[in-house]
């Protein structure tokens, strides 16, 4: 014991004296949030193992330290302080909006920037300046494909929703949404996760029977419900975003997506060339095909470094105080694979794509370009 | 319209009620015959499903034969090694350390799973190609016929054995009362290693049927062995036949609480309530229901005891 | 204390043991020691050490609760967690909806975890045998949780609450972590004082005659049903303070947070630490708290090893690890004497 | 008159016999051992130390099937069927030590001819029937095997004075059928009425050992029925 003590400490200290930063990772490793927080730490790691290999940070060494949170807020909250406690530059993570919540504070005290992965509105509505989200978040998409699904002629929808923090975000914003144009909510229909048959909810929906319906599930339950719809005939338009969209889904549902709309806020199927070589150095790397989460956690680091380089140092205030209002394009920094514009609470806004499902394909019907209302741009 | 979504709903809540019943009678059987209490049952089902993906991917076999070859292994490590390593010195110790020693096994299934395959869902492929088949109003799928069947058939083979069978009778019998089996001369311990052999192959059969539905993930576990937990409680768990019951019940209950509690209209008044949030709240009210007044469960027999 | 005399027959004879009293003089200062060191703890912990040493103590103290329920009364409560989370939310909601001061939104919230321990403890205990009440808490701990996720209007739903205010005592905040450390620590003193002087009261004898011998004290007129509801409504209300303490330490609860599963591991905390003994409830709280810690070296196999680890303490110490300490006295601490 | 059967156990240093071709009734105040004795000859205690003899023969650490084997059968107390399954396959399960299905059929017969009701009711659940008809059933199931020596704890307890008598008179045939019988009854004074020896236990220990006869009429005895406790 005493002899791993000493390597431990010698290990430490021995990346001390090298030029190195430390960014500290808390994610969703174990517990429910196990598939998001894993996408996200692989994500971080990947990015981190691109920078090193371009040479780093302003000539340091990225080092990066992943703490389960075990999706479980006190946890989050104790790990994060433990990693606060060996003074990272940077933290990067968590996902789950509990988690975040519990643990920006901490951050927050420690003076430490802090990009997140969470979609919950209330995160940035904080005056916490070292708050960052990597994803316009629900408030940001939502009303997009409501906007879409209006312009497509819809007037009343039933809502699929799964009944977690995330199924709840999206429902209340989409609620809201269809509120303000005038489409018409005729039934919203929570769902379990690993619920195993969606039947009641497609005959819920084919006796209200609605212009659309909204549905915003975890990847598996989509495809389940797709299935479902189909297997009932149903033919009325399906929408959704990026989860929906997504190429799991497509995989797992077959022909029963065909047809299915949506809006796509970020996903590894962007036809992006830059968004394609991150998905394939991931899926060389990982063996699996990663989703937003890991575009988000890989986006993160970059944005960080990007920001280090700006300041030209590892001045933590600074760097936070520069991202508010900041546009970083591409062309700045190539890892964040889409431009980026953060705003002055930390939201930020990029492209975003209108996909449907055509022949079993994603194909792109249109791109809605990012708002150019913020502060960055002025 | 309302009759045909009726029936509709029973016939896809029979579809995932049969894939319960096979978690279910198994986890009452261990039960039953050892008094093992498995709260690893659900994680036995889920890592069943990665086995045999692994042997599809490691010999390029089909799904059938991986399926057979995955039930050996289960065989092997869930039945036998799980009771002579676990159950066996744990058992004498009363049930309580066993269940806890069940939950950190499961949490090590759990994990290691995670490390070996991932934590992102994985497709399963599944028996039949599905096909969607009209009746008159009502659309069934295929896939879900042939996973009605394959239980069913599992299930009476089952039945089967433990009624035609002496072994089988013995097994009943060992189930039934312990000490007096013994007495008259019965192999009990081979009779609960049998039973551990038999969930071992419900488990995986369940693996089979389950996961092209619900997909290959490590934490699935978690769902599955309370649903078999509760369908065990709900059908009586001195019974195979009452977790057969309760199985198929609460797949059938799931359905038709979800859709009828959509749409709720409070008598005399306007109002329809939108009760769907609460639609797994109605088994979990059944069982506490059945074991506050019959708690041997619904098909359970009361125990009579002699002074 | 004075050493005790325990006889033991093997076969005919009669062997007198002595314990030494260099054992008391030992656990007794152990036991010194630890709260001495909890108590000068921050002076050497940061912020990290001290929200684990919070962890440790809530826990601790719902592990506590749950001990009287099945150490003392034999009887599996799956729904320890859930009635954190009634006590976590009652408070909660006291404080930030109604505006009730925060010590009487404690001591409600222990009074309504206390009175639903009456009303689901009532029905299931009627029955002796068998694990009704496990299931009975199994299906309470589930419908719980669904009312914590659906009531949105009321609990948030699934985003949970946040910005949940920390004590204070006449006007004395207890914000800062070292306060709030203090403030967890007396708690976990308090419990402890009320779990000691419940074994030592009447009541505890009476619960502890039942246990380790249900016919007999029954036939004395000790009502078994009694005493196991008041043991498992008196350990669901600590489950109440237990809950109290986590939302003032994380600052935030939600849902999930209070599910079947973290009532589980409260379960496995107890078993692993030693079911039926005062210290058992510490040692368990400590090694799910601190381990994931300790095992921090060997990357994502933390939990598996944990889960190992609990296999071989069911394995080799079926009464948990306070159950060495018998052991260790045994061993090392008792001579034998003629008689 | 000491034939061939010695049985010996320690309970607390208990030294016990039993004699072939008679019935033998234990009795004794409750927690006195009765039933661990039986369950200790028949293998279902491990016995820490002392001997059990079968005419002579070390049996001491055989299981019960072993048991079976050598001519023992054990109706222990209470309920001891398979309510589940039907009369005819709890019946069955008194031939499992003779490992031919075949013969166990022609003996089930044998039994079904002595007790025509079972046959009756063979296909039906053993749980439907009447009290005195599952022990019939037990005690049917325990003679199958046609054993040297019964062990029966208490057969008459939940039945009516009736059956007590009808099932005090089918042990008393099996006796004069040469079967040695070890019984532990409750109902002292009726038990010892119809037995040929008596032995009294108490608190794990040999308080009295004898002829039925003999101890019935010993002084002390009367304490005894009283719940008192006998000075030997």
Not at chain 1, 24 to 36: D, F, L, M, Q, Y
Not at chain 1, 93 to 117: C, L
Not at chain 3, 9 to 22: C, D, H, P, W, Y
């Amino acid at each position: 014991m005493k002899r791993l003590l000493i390597s431990i400490v010698l290990l430490f200290s021995l990346s001390q004296a090298q030029d190195s930063v430390l960014f500290i990772v808390p994610a969703e490793i174990s517990g429910g949030g196990a598939t998001v927080g894993n996408n996200w730490a692989d994500g971080v790691k990947l990015a981190a193992e691109h920078i090193n290999a371009a040479g780093g940070i302003l000539g340091a060494q990225v080092v990066t330290e992943v703490l389960d949170t075990q999706t479980d807020p006190p946890t989050s909250k104790a790990v994060i302080a433990k990693g606060l406690e060996k003074n990272p530059f940077a933290v990067i993570g968590p996902v789950y909006s509990g988690s975040t919540i519990v643990n920006m504070v901490e951050a927050e005290r420690a003076k430490t920037p802090q990009w997140v992965g969470s979609e919950a509105a209330s995160i940035t509505q904080q005056g916490n300046q070292f708050i960052f989200r990597t994803s316009s978040g629900q408030n940001g998409s939502i009303p997009k494909v409501t906007k879409f699904m209006k312009d497509e002629g819809i007037n009343s929808v039933v809502i699929i929703y799964v009944n977690n923090e995330f199924g709840q975000g999206g429902r209340a914003a989409a609620v809201e949404n269809f509120g303000n144009l005038g489409i018409d909510v005729k039934l919203e229909l929570s769902t379990e996760q690993q619920q195993a048959d969606f039947t009641p909810e497609v005959l819920q929906a084919i006796m209200v029977g609605a212009d659309a319906i909204f549905a915003y599930v975890n990847e598996e339950e989509s495809a389940r419900l797709l299935i479902a719809l189909q297997q009932q005939g149903v033919t009325i338009p399906v929408f959704g975003e990026a989860v929906l969209l997504s190429q799991v889904v497509l995989d797992l549902a077959g022909d029963a997506a065909n047809g299915v709309a949506g809006h796509v806020n970020l996903t590894a199927e962007a036809p992006v060339p830059a968004v394609q070589e991150f998905r394939a150095a991931f899926e060389a790397k990982y063996g699996y095909t990663p989703d937003h989460n890991a575009m988000k956690g890989y986006i993160a680091m970059f944005v960080a470094k990007e920001m280090a380089e700006r300041v030209g140092s590892f001045d933590k205030l600074a760097v936070a105080e520069q991202l508010h209002c900041s546009l970083i394009t591409t062309e700045d920094e190539p890892g964040v694979l889409m431009d980026i514009a953060y705003d002055e609470n930390g939201d930020i806004d990029r492209d975003t794509f209108l996909i449907s499902i055509q022949d079993g394909k994603q194909v792109v019907t249109g791109v809605l370009p990012r708002l150019k209302n913020t502060c960055a741009d002025q | 319209m309302q009759l045909q979504f009726f029936v509709q709903l029973l016939v896809s809540g029979i579809a995932t009620g049969a894939i319960y019943a096979l978690m279910a009678v198994g986890f009452a059987l261990l039960w039953q015959t050892s008094g093992t209490i498995n709260f690893a049952q659900g994680e036995f089902i889920m890592v069943s499903s990665f086995i045999i993906l692994w042997l599809m991917g490691l010999l390029h076999i089909g799904l059938v034969p991986a399926f057979f070859l995955a039930m050996f292994i289960s065989m092997f490590i869930f039945g036998f090694l799980f009771k002579r390593i676990l159950v066996d010195p744990l058992l004498k110790y009363g049930d309580v350390p066993l269940i806890i020693a069940t939950i950190g096994l499961g949490m090590i299934i759990r994990e290691l799973t995670r490390i070996f395959w991932g934590a992102n869902a994985l497709p399963f492929p599944s028996l039949v190609k599905n096909k969607i088949l009209i009746f008159g109003g009502l659309r069934v799928g295929t896939a879900d016929l042939v996973t009605i069947a394959v239980a069913i058939v599992i299930i009476a083979a089952l039945q089967l054995f433990l009624n035609k069978t002496f072994v089988g009778r013995s097994m009943e019998a060992t189930a039934q009362n312990q000490d007096v089996a013994r007495i008259l001369g019965i192999n009990v311990d081979r009779m609960i290693l049998y039973t551990f052999l038999i969930n071992a192959f419900l488990v995986t059969s369940a693996a089979l049927l389950v996961t092209p539905k619900l997909l290959a993930k490590f934490s699935s576990g978690e769902t599955f062995g309370l649903i078999a937990f509760m369908a065990a409680i709900i059908g009586g768990f001195n019974q195979v036949r009452g977790a057969l019951i309760g199985g198929f019940l609460i797949g059938i209950i799931d359905n038709l609480a979800k859709f009828y509690l959509a749409r709720v209209h409070l008598p005399f008044t306007d109002i329809t309530l939108n009760l769907s949030p609460y639609a797994l709240a109605i088994p979990l009210l059944l069982l506490i229901g059945v074991i506050l007044f019959k708690p041997e469960g619904i098909f359970g027999r009361k125990e009579e005891r002699s002074i | 204390m004075s050493s005790k005399l325990n006889s033991t027959i093997q076969g005919q004879q009669l062997v007198k043991t002595e314990t030494l009293k260099s054992f008391d003089y030992l656990t007794w200062g152990l036991a010194i020691a630890l709260i001495i060191g909890l108590i000068l703890a921050p002076l050497w912990l940061k912020n990290y050490g001290l929200i684990l040493l919070c962890t440790w103590a809530f826990r601790t103290v719902a592990v506590q609760g749950l001990n009287l329920t099945m150490g003392y009364a034999g009887q599996v409560s799956l729904a320890q967690a859930a009635f954190m989370g009634v006590g976590a939310y009652t408070s909660t909601l006291l404080i930030l909806k109604a505006g009730v001061n925060y010590w009487l939104a404690l001591i409600i919230a222990l009074l309504i975890s206390l009175l639903i321990g009456f009303l689901i403890g009532f029905p299931a205990l009627r029955i002796k045998e068998g694990h009704y009440l496990a299931f009975v808490t199994l299906g309470f701990a589930n419908l719980i949780w669904l009312v914590l996720r659906n009531e949105q209007w009321l609990t948030n739903g699934p985003l949970g609450i946040r910005d949940i205010p920390r004590p204070s005592i006449f006007g004395y905040s207890l914000f800062e972590p070292i306060r709030f450390y203090y403030f967890s620590l007396i708690m976990l003193a308090l419990v402890t004082l009320v779990v000691w002087f419940i074994l030592r009261s009447p009541w505890g004898r009476a619960f502890k005659a039942l246990r380790d011998n249900p016919a007999r004290s029954e036939s004395l007129g000790l009502s078994q049903t009694t005493y196991t509801l008041l043991a498992f409504a008196i350990g669901s209300a600590f489950a109440g303070v237990a809950g109290v303490m986590q939302a003032g330490l994380v600052e935030f609860i939600d849902p999930d947070s209070f599910v079947l599963w973290r009532g589980l591991l409260l379960v496995m905390m107890l078993v692993v630490g030693g079911s039926g003994s005062l210290i058992g409830p510490f040692i368990g709280a400590a090694i799910v708290t601190l381990l994931p810690e300790w095992l921090r070296f060997t990357g994502e196999y933390y939990l598996v090893i944990f889960g190992l680890g609990v296999i071989i303490v069911m394995r080799y110490f079926p009464k948990g690890l306070a159950g060495l300490l018998p052991f260790v006295k045994k061993r090392f601490f008792t001579r034998e004497v003629q008689s | 008159m000491v034939a061939g059967y010695g049985a010996t156990t320690i309970l607390n240093s208990t030294t016990i016999e039993v004699h072939e071709a008679a019935l033998t009734t234990v009795i004794g105040p409750n927690g006195a051992g009765k039933s661990t004795l039986f369950k200790a000859i028949f293998g279902m205690l491990p016995i820490r130390e002392g001997k059990i003899l079968l005419e002579g023969q070390d049996i001491t650490h055989l299981k019960p099937l072993a048991l079976l084997e050598k001519g023992m059968a054990y109706v222990p107390q209470g309920r001891n069927i398979f309510p589940q399954l039907s009369v005819e396959h709890n019946l069955e399960f008194g031939g499992i030590s003779l490992k031919n299905l075949q013969e166990t059929r022609v003996r089930m017969e044998k039994v079904y001819e002595q007790f025509p009701i079972l046959k009756a009711r063979a296909k039906k659940q053993a749980g439907t029937l009447s009290g005195g008809e599952q022990k019939m059933l037990e005690i049917g199931r325990a003679m199958l095997l046609e054993p040297k020596l019964l062990l029966i704890d208490e057969p008459s307890i939940g039945l009516s004075p009736i059956l007590v008598q009808q099932t005090f008179d089918l042990l008393l045939a099996l006796r004069d059928r040469g079967v040695s019988i070890l019984m532990i009854e409750q109902n002292a004074k009726k038990a010892l009425g119809i037995s040929d020896y008596g032995i009294v236990l108490q608190q794990g220990r040999l308080a009295m050992a004898g002829t039925a006869q003999g101890i019935l009429n010993h002084p002390e005895i009367g304490h005894l029925f009283l719940g008192g406790v006998v000075k030997v």
